[in-house]
């Protein structure tokens, strides 16, 4: 019956977890050119077209993205 228990009570925490959109404000770390997506849990950055993605950390792209020249 425990184990119920502490199954209940972790629901209920992450039924009342306030959810965040980074995007709309401002928390996140995107370039101030690349697009900010909410995810369901956190959020991604993407260079738009015209714009390399230049970021140091593959696993968070769209943090530096320079404009292409053509």
């Known amino acids: 019956m425990e184990l119920v ?4 009570h972790r629901m ?4 009342s977890a306030k ?7 401002k928390q996140h ?3 101030a050119k690349a697009m900010c997506r909410d995810e369901a849990v956190g959020f991604s ?3 738009p077209f015209g714009f390399a993605d ?7 792209p769209g943090r530096v993205c ?4 053509f």
């Open 5 to 8: 228990s502490a199954l209940f």
């Open 12 to 15: 209920q925490l992450f039924a």
């Open 19 to 25: 959810v965040v959109d980074e995007c709309e404000t």
């Open 29 to 31: 770390d995107c370039d």
């Open 45 to 47: 950055c993407h260079c």
């Open 54 to 60: 230049i970021s140091p950390n593959s696993t968070k």
């Open 66 to 69: 320079i404009q292409c020249e």
